[in-house]
């Protein structure tokens, strides 16, 4: 729980401040990904806020090796509200009535799943270990590749004239469904971290495709993550992306890994209504940023 709520912390931290480090660099985009590197590379604060990003996911390493996943995604999921907040104090963006309502179903939704947990005693959540190969790809490389064409379709959505800003929600589900693949690499590591030796653990991850999967995910991810970042809201885009990701994780996770659905009603419908409502949420959340109008001066009326 303590790595949890740690992680909770790097994550919102990381977020706000490649955010903040994004606004003082010229803009970036996924179509000239040395030049993205290179700007970011040599931003001091973004380098922290990466720093912090990559403690996050070392934290996430301890937390999958004791909590369901399930379970966990739920509470990564609540560092939501400590990310909007930060994003208001530091970058000082403001979220609109309808996201704040949607940012909290999604909330709701994610208490859900997390009362549908048990830890402890007869009938307490399992914690998956295994997963077998053909399985991990089947489910990881069609994800990835929708993600890809997701955030490709975006984009030339975007470079269209005329064309209201986007707020982030098609980059948002695009870039979760990388990092919802990188969870399964990660869930995937922390089970070969209980095997052997060093020599041992280091052979079993290179003959598993986890290793490979975090590869790709992490500088795919890396490039479309700053470009959208940049430019689109963290208080929009992080929560969507996150969403997506605990979804993924949670639910395919856990059918991957062999951890077994509540076989209590009531638990079992809070977990399945739960998931169903956050997914309608993010369907409803707004797409576009009202674009500001800018006054138009007044003509002068000149005699005849």
Not at 47 to 71: D, E, K, W
Not at 115 to 131: I, K, Q, W
Not at 153 to 178: F, I, N
Request: aromatic share 6%; hydrophobic share 50%; glycine share 10%.
């Amino acid at each position: 729980m303590a790595a949890a709520l740690l992680a909770n912390v790097l994550y919102s931290g990381g977020f706000v401040l490649e955010k903040r480090a994004l606004g003082a660099l010229p803009a970036v985009t996924i179509r000239r990904p040395a030049r993205l590197l290179r700007l970011v590379l040599g931003s001091p604060l973004w380098i922290a806020g990466s720093l912090a990003l990559a403690a996050g996911f070392a934290a996430q390493l301890a937390v999958y090796r004791t909590l369901p996943i399930a379970a966990a995604q739920g509470i990564f999921v609540s560092g939501l509200v400590l990310l909007v907040l930060l994003s208001a104090r530091l970058l000082g963006e403001e979220t609109s009535g309808r996201e704040r309502y949607a940012l909290g179903a999604i909330l709701l939704a994610l208490l859900m799943v997390v009362l549908s947990l048990r830890e402890g005693g007869a009938g307490a959540d399992t914690v998956g270990h295994e997963a077998p190969y053909p399985l991990i790809l089947l489910v990881c490389v069609p994800s990835l590749a929708a993600g890809v064409w997701l955030y490709g379709s975006a984009e030339r959505r975007a470079r269209r004239r005329h064309r209201l800003p986007t707020a982030g929600v098609e980059y948002g589900v695009a870039v979760g469904l990388l990092y919802g693949v990188s969870s399964l690499a990660i869930k995937g590591v922390s089970s070969q971290l209980t095997t052997g030796g060093v020599g041992g653990v280091a052979l079993d991850l290179l003959r598993s495709p986890y290793p490979y999967l975090l590869l790709f995910t992490g500088a795919f991810g890396l490039v479309m993550s700053q470009a959208a970042l940049q430019r689109c809201r963290a208080s929009l885009i992080v929560p969507v992306c996150t969403t997506v990701t605990c979804l993924f994780t949670a639910v395919l996770g856990t059918l991957s890994f062999g951890e077994e659905l509540p076989d209590e009603p009531l638990r079992l419908a809070l977990r399945v209504a739960g998931t169903v409502l956050a997914v309608a949420v993010l369907l409803a959340m707004p797409k576009h940023d009202t674009a500001p109008r800018s006054p138009t001066p007044a003509k002068e009326l000149t005699p005849p």
